[in-house]
């Protein structure tokens, strides 16, 4: 889908930026450009769409050199989110997700579907939203309106520059999640820039490592993580790097599926009798339609008589798709040995333990180092 051949961008004052970048990008994959400030990772993507000239050798796209594409032609079929966001502060929400889809002629109606359809996608009520402006949105809802501008004419290729790297910690790890469940429908070929390991790591099927402008490796996270190719990658990996390892598995990958669970109105005594024979010191409680409920402690069995009296609503729920560093970390922040796992309809799936964390991680680091 996209090929680099032997890309070299140099400047007129003889700065050389990037310097013979050769890989190639898989159609449907999302490739993340990664590597300290001033490696040429911006300067690489933003050759592929003509932002930037290119001094020497080929980009194609599809198999075509993109400097035989009409240059409008070519950014109107590769869409763009930056970290800035960008968005037209005169212009409703739904006016700035319509802007490439009205420079390719589509009709009024055709625009205002497709606004609707893309905020429904990030999550964001068309009803709600669709006619406010910018400054009446939170930074996240902005970055949201960013993606969904950039997906405006449904271009098969889509380039982001550090687009969460403004946003808070929180909201960031969200929008996140959230964009891997997008392109986990959309399929979209993504290159995709940022300076955090963390955060690359979590988003690439590819990652390409860049140091002054030259590409030190182009590999899977898995690889960067357990097999670098150098020093250089192995120092910018971490030495936690089976920390990092982490945010290769989801969830639904070593969970419990099926544990014993409880029900709102057992009683008591019947609910510490299943913990003392299963060796737990909680429950997850499911409704009879399979809706969690909350969690039961072992801790809390004498201040009730029936689970529903002594019943712990959870502040956060995780899905079988969360990343497993993740749910680590709510883990420990929160004090549970046991985190119950829904599914994306919040039905409870089953839970995570730190055991099975535990001996993920150790197989994880096992297998790395075999190969």
Request: with cysteine.
């Amino acid at each position: 889908m996209i090929k680099l051949e032997r890309v070299t961008k140099v400047y007129p004052d003889g700065t050389e930026a990037v310097n013979g970048v050769s890989f190639e990008v898989i159609k449907g994959e999302l490739c993340v450009f990664l590597g300290p400030s001033g490696c040429g990772k911006t300067t690489t993507m933003k050759m592929i769409n003509r932002l930037i000239p290119i001094t020497s050798g080929k980009i194609y796209i599809d198999g075509v050199d993109n400097t035989k594409i009409d240059e409008s032609e070519l950014r109107r079929n590769i869409g763009y989110a930056i970290q800035e966001i960008g968005l037209f502060t005169h212009m409703t929400v739904g006016q700035n997700i319509e802007t490439v889809p009205a420079l390719k002629g589509w009709t009024k109606t055709e625009r205002r579907k497709r606004a609707e359809e893309l905020l429904e996608l990030v999550r964001m009520n068309p009803d709600e939203f669709i006619d406010k402006y910018p400054n009446e949105l939170s930074g996240g809802q902005r970055q949201r309106v960013g993606v969904a501008r950039a997906l405006g004419a449904d271009p098969p290729i889509l380039l982001m520059d550090e687009p969460f790297g403004a946003i808070d910690p929180i909201n960031r790890v969200e929008l996140q999640s959230e964009f891997l469940k997008i392109q986990q429908k959309i399929k979209k070929t993504i290159i995709f820039v940022t300076h955090d390991i963390y955060e690359a790591i979590k988003m690439g099927d590819r990652i390409a490592l860049m140091k002054e402008g030259k590409l030190v490796q182009y590999d899977t996270p898995a690889n960067l993580l357990y097999r670098p190719k150098d020093e250089f990658v192995e120092a910018f990996v971490g030495a936690d790097r089976a920390l990092k390892g982490l945010q290769l598995l989801r969830v639904k990958e070593v969970m419990t599926s099926s544990p014993p669970t409880a029900k709102v109105e057992e009683r008591v005594e019947v609910v510490r009798e299943r913990m003392k024979q299963q060796g737990v010191d909680s429950l997850a409680v499911v409704e009879n339609d399979g809706k969690l409920m909350g969690l039961v402690s072992a801790s809390d069995l004498g201040k009730g008589k029936v689970v529903k009296d002594i019943i712990r609503p959870l502040a956060t729920t995780f899905t079988v798709n969360a990343v497993l560093n993740e749910a680590l970390s709510v883990m420990l922040s929160s004090g549970l040995k046991t985190l119950p796992i829904v599914s994306e309809d919040s039905k409870f799936e089953g839970v995570l333990t730190f055991d099975a964390i535990q001996k993920a991680l150790h197989e994880a680091v096992q297998a790395g180092e075999k190969k």
